[in-house]
């Protein structure tokens, strides 16, 4: 529990908060058309979703 845990334990934060839009890979769409349309930054977007250079169709994008 809890209670039972040093004072200086803390659970851990998450390193970027709650999704704020979904976006699902349609056939045509790269990373850069999609970071421009949700107003990001490419590396942004590949390091909120762990990609590399490539999309799947049908992936889902999270956006923050």
């Known amino acids: 529990a809890l209670a039972d845990l040093p004072h200086m334990y803390s659970p851990p934060i998450p390193q970027y908060g709650q ?3 979904v976006h699902v890979v349609r056939k045509g769409d790269t990373l850069s ?3 421009a349309k949700y107003r990001v930054s490419v590396n942004s977007l590949k390091s909120w ?16």
């Not at 979703?49 to 923050?64: C, D, M, P, S």
Request: charged share 20%; glycine share 10%; hydrophobic share 35%.
């Open 19 to 21: 999704a704020r839009t």
């Open 33 to 35: 058309s999609i970071a």
């Open 49 to 64: 979703n762990q990609v590399g250079r490539f999309l799947q169709v049908g992936q889902k994008t999270y956006i923050r």
